[in-house]
């Protein structure tokens, strides 16, 4: 073959290669095969064994609003951070996007038939490709459940259950976790509707990683263990900023699944409170801390699975600078999404993952037998998880002042580091503070910290 050909040829080659998409060798699909439920049901891992850190990023209607150079943006900003996921809302209508950027809705119906706009799923498809080929996990919310007027709610039963099939149909072979819901109540009526669809549609996709998204501190999984078909729990904590909230994290529900002997699923908290959103109620924008505070305490009360991060802005794919959210006017004005992709909370989202995956964190389990809680105040709950052996332990701080320290007793031999988790930062060799019998580590400032314990 000619030179000139050889050049044509791999010109016409890349041309293939979508712009932005992630080489095969930083592929985890490509590498390690698609993700199943791991044996021991706390986490999530790849066909090969590998384990998967599930670290979502919200944007609920970006791929309706979105162009297809702004979603590589988007998409390339996320992966450099460190998310693995992306989450996301199918249809249009829901409250935040009536239809998407050109004016399509993702179904109509005639004749009490449901119609999907293929002009409006072939753009979603791209997006949907555009995700895996960054290679991150899409993390599709398959109908909107929570008020009138947003799609899956106010359709019929059969209705709701046509549009996620088709769905499923549709995305079957993408790497995917599937929400079948969102912001669903689950109350008596409710559940039984959703179990119901939830059987139907699943019934002939068994190998589906599904789960769903319940409101804000709604924890409806007691009587959820025959719903086979649903093999990953999520939930909501939500944006409320006060001491109920705050404990309800961390001695909550989830902490009371994460403390059983025999789990049935993993646990991920689908939305802790956004960044930039206002508090239920201070009224007052939280703050990467607000975030952090919530994103480990998530993370220690139970299995290690994952998490998901909100930027407000960013999960509206927000354009109109000091104004709120369409239909979401309690959430406070936001920041056009370019801007609020880059708030602080996002970078320390892969800190996060950076803390996770330098300690064994598939085999990490609630350990608060090893705190004495110094305050009763919720604000100050000190988190631990520790491996069974108890050879690595970790403990988040909410604060690092003595008011809220908490005594730990280290055994003998072991490296003690400090997390910084504002700048990804380890510090080995923590100081530690002996009094009254007892011993504790004072943090380097009166911030919040991660204490890491290794037995040598």
Known sequence: MSTIRLVHFFV?????????????????????????????????????????????????????????????????????????????????????????????????????????????????DARIKAINDMGMLAVPVLAWAHKKGDAGFDLSEAHAAAIVKFQLNRYKDANALFILAGDARYNATDADKWKRIGRLVFADFPDALVTTHPTGMNFPWKDWDNEKWLNILGYQSGHGDDAKTLAWIHSGPAAAYGQQKELTRPLINLEPPYEGHNGYQSKKPHDAYNVRRATYWSLLVAPVAGVTYGGHGVWSWH?????????????????????????????EMGYVRKLFESVPWTELRPAQDLVTQVSKEPAHF??????????????????????????????????????????????????????????AFDPPNNQDWVLVMRKK
């Open 12 to 124: 016409a080659l890349a041309a293939l290669i979508p712009a932005g998409a992630s080489k095969a060798d930083d592929n985890p699909f490509a590498k390690h095969g698609k993700l199943r439920v791991a044996k021991s049901r706390t986490h999530l891992e790849h066909t090969d064994g590998t384990p998967f850190f599930f670290l979502a990023d919200t944007v609920w209607s970006g791929p309706a609003l979105s162009t297809e150079a702004d979603w590589k943006l988007f998409l390339e900003n996320r992966k450099k951070k460190g998310f693995t996921a992306i989450q996301f809302n199918c249809l249009s209508p829901w409250r935040a996007a009536p239809t998407d950027r050109e004016g399509r809705v993702a179904f109509t119906i005639a004749d009490g038939k449901l119609l999907p706009n293929e002009d409006f799923f072939r753009q979603l």
């Open 319 to 347: 354009t109109k600078p000091g104004e709120p959210p369409t239909d979401h006017l309690g959430s406070g004005a936001a920041k056009v999404w370019k801007e609020a992709m880059d708030l602080p909370g996002a970078a």
């Open 382 to 439: 000190v988190a631990a998880a520790a491996t069974p052996d108890r050879k690595v332990k970790v403990f988040y701080l909410p604060a690092g002042d003595r008011k809220t320290r908490a005594p730990i007793q280290p055994a003998v031999g072991e490296e003690l580091t400090w997390f910084n988790p504002r700048t990804g930062e380890f510090t080995k060799n923590a100081d530690v503070v002996r009094t009254a019998g007892q011993t």
